[in-house]
């Protein structure tokens, strides 16, 4: 912050001032603002008071601006009476000047002390250029830091509640100026809003969020144990050469500053969601969040907490480390959803992590491939597989779920997962083994038409077996589909529609009469009979019935 040309003011008890003899506005300059005030009723107050030390001081907020001012003991005026006082008045129509401005034109004297023995009254008064108060690191040796402590905990209490006032000593026991020392050490932001008084407030016009007031020795309750901690750490920590950066502008911040690196040590589920956001603030967030457990637990929370959300967030932005661990975490989650049915990450910490569905879909395929299975394929690791296939991805079905039935039913209901199946069967090495042969019985349940899909690459060895698998699987109806599909498809002619699908099924006598008594022709055909012999047998067999249709079992057999 750069130096700020301030309008002045002085007030004191002449022969000749502005308003006429006696107290009174002696100086001012042109630009002193009349909402403040240019004669002695209007700034009242600020001018109405004598010090009973010989000085006073003190910085008052108004709206629009800050008055910076001093009061002295003078020398008696013009008529030679005692009991005259001088009061110099700065105006910061920014409000940028804050306390160290206040006490650093108080140390290096550029208050008034009195007139000069030629000083007319004047309202041409140049502005007086006050400088940024640079800020030096107080030699806090340890007897001071413990009469210290109560008085910082005092006004950091008061600035955690956001308003109230306190009253601290003037002094250290050894003597040193407790708001010099106080005033250095808390960082600039975090007492903008702090108005200062030597001696009891006298301006009611004070709008200032927090008031502090100087006297002779403290009063008021003692702070609380946190206030009571932050003081006592920040102090330890500036009698080492350590103060917070000066753009701290709430007690969060300062908390991150001072304790972040000892809540790091502990894992998170031992933190509070303030504690845990510090630490997520700080410069050992990478490290911390790899350390086992504390990723996850923090993108839990920070699903259901604002605060922890918007830290690791922050995070993730200053430090690429922790957003590839943030979306690695969050991918985790979501895997573990797909694949074992845990419970997901909350879509709070999804955006989060940035996760688009082809992110989501490229790593399903790389686990897959990888050699893990879906426990339970139901809707969303369904919908999940035909994106994944959709997008173009190579994803292996052919030992994606645990349960193949699972896989047969949504190949059979999604068209571009069966025909990815049937284009990945079709390129596999060994067709013969037991997995394909139980999630082929597992297709024919499903979807008979599996059957003259796959016919021209399936192993005929290991067929008829892979029919009556499939056939005791089946309901009436499919018995008697499937029987004409392998009758009529690719396989057709080793009466395997009869002997291993119609037969195998082990359905009970009057349901295997029933397909027999529709589809005998086709299936003695089928089993080597010639045509003409075959179609004439079905008809003499065929009897009138009482045209009732077939009986069903109640539902189908679920493959296992």
Not at 174 to 202: C, I, K, N, T, Y
Not at 273 to 296: H, I, Y
Not at 310 to 322: D, F, K, Q, T
Not at 399 to 410: G, I, S, V
Request: aromatic letters at 4%.
């Amino acid at each position: 912050m750069s130096g700020r040309a301030c309008p002045q003011a002085v007030y004191t008890s002449a022969p000749r001032t502005l308003e006429g003899p006696g107290f009174g506005v002696f100086a001012m300059s042109a630009d002193w603002p009349a909402e403040v005030g240019r004669t002695r009723k209007a700034l009242g107050a600020l001018v109405g008071f004598r010090p009973d030390d010989g000085e006073a001081f003190g910085i008052v907020h108004r709206d629009g601006g800050r008055v910076l001012y001093r009061t002295v003991d003078a020398s008696a005026d013009g008529f030679g009476r005692p009991g005259n006082y001088l009061v110099h008045l700065l105006w910061d129509g920014a409000g940028r000047l804050g306390v160290r401005e206040l006490l650093a034109l108080r140390r290096t004297g550029r208050f008034l002390d009195g007139l000069a023995e030629d000083a007319v009254p004047t309202d041409e008064l140049p502005p007086l250029r006050v400088p940024a108060a640079g800020r030096t690191l107080p030699a806090l040796p340890a007897d001071e830091v413990d009469p210290l402590t109560p008085c910082l905990a005092q006004l950091l209490a008061r600035l955690a509640a956001g308003s109230g006032s306190c009253r601290l000593p003037r002094r250290t026991p050894s003597g040193r100026e407790v708001a010099d020392l106080l005033f250095d050490v808390l960082p600039r932001a975090l007492v903008a809003p702090v108005s200062l008084h030597s001696g009891p407030q006298a301006d009611d016009g004070d709008a200032a969020a927090v008031t502090v007031e100087l006297a002779a020795t403290a009063a008021g309750p003692a702070a609380g144990a946190a206030d009571t901690e932050r003081a006592r750490t920040l102090l330890e920590a500036a009698s080492k050469g350590e103060l917070p950066p000066d753009d701290v502008g709430d007690l969060h911040r300062l908390d991150a500053w001072l304790f972040a690196d000892a809540w790091a040590e502990r894992d998170a589920a031992a933190l509070t969601a303030d504690q845990l956001a510090c630490v997520l603030e700080s410069e050992a967030a990478p490290g911390w969040l790899a350390r086992a457990g504390n990723a996850a637990t923090t993108i839990a929370l920070a699903g259901t907490d604002p605060r922890v959300g918007s830290a690791l967030r922050a995070a993730a932005g200053r430090h690429p480390e922790v957003s590839e661990r943030v979306r690695g975490q969050a991918l985790t989650a979501l895997l573990d959803e797909v694949f074992d049915g845990a419970e997901g990450p909350a879509e709070a910490a999804v955006q989060l992590a940035g996760l688009t569905q082809g992110d989501l879909s490229a790593a399903f395929a790389d686990e897959v491939a990888r050699g893990r299975r879906v426990a339970t394929l139901d809707r969303a690791p369904g919908l999940l597989v035909e994106q994944t296939l959709s997008l173009g991805m190579a994803l292996p079905l052919l030992r994606l779920a645990a349960d193949p039935w699972e896989l047969a039913l949504l190949a059979s209901r999604r068209r571009v997962v069966g025909d990815a199946l049937e284009a990945q069967w079709r390129q596999a090495a060994d067709r013969s083994d037991d997995e394909h042969r139980t999630l082929l019985g597992h297709l024919l349940v499903a979807d008979v038409s599996w059957l003259s899909r796959l016919a021209d690459v399936l192993p005929v060895s290991g067929l008829p077996a892979v029919l009556r698998w499939a056939a005791l699987r089946m309901d009436v109806a499919a018995v008697e589909k499937l029987a004409a599909a392998v009758a009529t498809g690719p396989v057709a002619g080793r009466g395997w529609a009869l002997r291993e699908v119609v037969f195998g099924s082990e359905l009970p006598a009057a349901d295997v009469d029933t397909i027999l008594g529709r589809q005998l022709g086709l299936l003695l055909v089928d089993d080597g009979w010639p045509r003409e012999l075959a179609e004439s047998f079905a008809r003499s067999r065929a009897t009138t019935g009482d045209g009732e249709p077939p009986r069903r079992r109640r539902a189908p057999r679920r493959p296992g």
